[in-house]
């Protein structure tokens, strides 16, 4: 046993290892037909973006090998440790980042640039897995819910400062692990409350929805002092006044920074999001762009190389997040389904042999990976055909960058070295 502990490679889930490897090659062949043209399409040239992702791509192995190699006793005894450290590669970019497109999201190492926020999903990962699995942790009391919500949130409010609103939101899927590991679904129910009052204050404006939001809570509030009389005044009048003060605070705020706080662009996008502006040349033009590109590609494709939209550069920056719409032209529904589906077999997989994990640790890590891969896939995907705004988050293994490809490689050989050593490492 001990021998098999000294084989980095023993007891490997080389279905996951085969996935991993369809996803990264697909990923770069659709960035190489994003990326190149008739008078430049040499495959190892490295001054363009297509050469700089294959040059990424490679150094994934070693990244790999360097994961594999630490025991998974380390990422549970050092995940507190990592963790920090994620935090403080966060906080330095405030005085040493360098600034792109807005953002301090960077460190510059002269010709190469490295975000850090995407590897801080991995170490918050190992974070949560070590709180949630400690077993004098109760993750029924409300003390030990907010350790939770202060290791989730605090790298996503650093990471919105940034600004960078689209990694900020990623935290959010670690819901789904909070509520696996026990988190009353109420707290998801009031997200998703929070969430549709967000969105019908913007849509219809903050004095109707406080308005309607008022008269329809009065009539529930008639209808529990019918129901259970003078009673349930006396007992619950200083939560019913509570309700209407924070309902109050909440839409006149929400209506307020809409209006007044909000960059212009970000409003914009909601706006043309929700049908309140048409604006294919200018804020809507990338979305619009996108969403002509996948539907030319119909059925099956135009084919490797022949995606004329593409070709066009018709969507900025496609080689980044909006690296599916290449996809959609060049092959079509059909090859957009297979993208689909190997994400989903990739989940499935992660989910399936997280559930058979004997250690708690490997489990939540399990969960979390999954939650991160799950959200990129959906919000990216929705973003490009429209479905949701543009937040700026990119498609796991497919969209163009070495920080990002880095990230999720991490986060998902950590699990790889975890699951190997479920059998005898714990």
């Not at 062949?29 to 190892?44: D, G, K, M, P, Q």
């Not at 308005?211 to 129901?227: N, R, V």
């Not at 992660?350 to 250690?359: F, G, R, V």
């Amino acid at each position: 046993m001990r021998q098999e502990q000294n084989n980095i490679f023993a007891n490997i889930d080389w279905f996951m290892v085969f996935l991993f490897l369809i996803l990264i090659s697909f990923g770069w062949v659709n960035i190489y037909a994003a990326s190149t043209s008739e008078e430049h399409r040499s495959l190892f040239d490295f001054t363009t973006k297509y050469g700089k992702q294959l040059l990424w791509i490679m150094l994934c192995f070693p990244l790999s090998i360097i994961i594999l190699f630490f025991n998974s006793k380390f990422y549970e005894q050092y995940a507190s440790l990592l963790y920090l450290l994620s935090l403080l590669s966060l906080f330095l970019l405030f005085p040493f980042g360098k600034e792109i497109n807005g953002a301090k999201s960077w460190f510059n190492f002269g010709a190469m640039s490295l975000q850090p926020s995407e590897f801080v999903k991995a170490f918050t990962a190992l974070a949560i897995a070590k709180l949630l699995s400690d077993r004098q942790y109760n993750f029924k009391l409300i003390k030990n819910q907010i350790k939770a919500f202060i290791i989730v949130f605090f790298p996503a409010f650093l990471v919105f400062l940034q600004p960078d609103a689209g990694s900020a939101l990623i935290y959010v899927s670690f819901f789904f692990v909070l509520h696996r590991e026990g988190l009353t679904l109420n707290y998801i129910i009031l997200g998703v409350f929070i969430i549709t009052l967000f969105i019908t204050t913007i849509y219809f404006g903050f004095k109707i929805v406080l308005l309607y939001s008022f008269i329809l809570l009065t009539l529930l509030t008639i209808y529990f002092i019918y129901k259970g009389g003078v009673r349930f005044l006396r007992f619950n009048w200083l939560k019913i006044i509570g309700i209407y003060f924070l309902l109050g605070i909440f839409i006149s705020g929400t209506g307020f920074i809409y209006e007044n706080t909000l960059p212009s662009h970000q409003k914009d996008r909601f706006d043309i999001l929700l049908g309140k502006k048409i604006d294919h040349k200018g804020i809507g033009y990338n979305s619009y762009q996108s969403e002509l590109t996948i539907s030319s590609g119909g059925f099956t494709g135009k084919g490797f190389l022949n995606g004329d939209l593409t070709q066009g550069d018709f969507v900025p920056e496609q080689h980044t997040d909006y690296i599916f719409s290449t996809v959609g032209e060049e092959w079509g529904f059909l090859g957009s389904s297979f993208v689909i589906l190997l994400f989903m077999a990739l989940l499935y997989r992660i989910i399936y042999q997280a559930e058979k994990h004997p250690n708690k640790f490997g489990r939540i890590y399990g969960y979390s990976l999954a939650s991160i891969l799950f959200f990129h896939v959906i919000v990216n995907i929705g973003m490009v055909i429209g479905l949701l705004p543009t937040v700026g988050i990119p498609l796991p293994f497919f969209s163009y960058g070495g920080s990002s490809l880095w990230g999720f490689t991490t986060l998902l050989f950590i699990f790889i070295r975890l699951d190997a050593h479920k059998n005898y490492d714990f």
